[in-house]
């Protein structure tokens, strides 16, 4: 599903005031669920911008270590257990 805009995320809240959050979601065709998160947001934070993401934060962190001598070992890594 596509990311729902700022501008659009304000102008959802502005509609809640009024209309359910069925209603909202219909009126900006999006889904119920995702209405009701913008609202939860807005209420925790007050603001209706994404949570910034990790920097550098990947699927496999520790992958692959190499040491200084060039050995790989680490959880992913090919080596045999012993």
Same mark, same amino acid.
């Given at each position: 599903?596509?990311?729902?805009?700022?501008?659009?995320?304000?102008?959802?809240?502005?509609?809640?005031? *009024? #209309?359910? /959050?069925?209603? @909202?979601?219909?009126?900006?065709?999006?889904?119920?669920?995702?209405?009701?998160?913008?609202?939860? &947001?807005?209420?925790?934070?007050?603001?209706?911008?994404?949570?910034?993401?990790?920097?550098?934060? *990947? #699927?496999? /962190?520790?992958? @692959?270590?190499?040491?200084?001598?060039?050995?790989?070992?680490?959880?992913?890594?090919?080596?045999? &257990?012993?």
């Amino acid at each position: 599903m596509p990311k729902i805009k700022p501008e659009t995320k304000v102008l959802i809240i502005k509609n809640l005031k *009024s #209309k359910s /959050p069925a209603e @909202v979601a219909d009126i900006f065709n999006v889904s119920k669920r995702q209405v009701e998160r913008i609202r939860k &947001r807005y209420q925790e934070t007050g603001d209706v911008h994404d949570r910034p993401s990790v920097a550098g934060n *990947s #699927k496999f /962190p520790m992958a @692959v270590k190499q040491s200084s001598s060039g050995e790989q070992s680490g959880r992913y890594s090919a080596s045999p &257990r012993s």
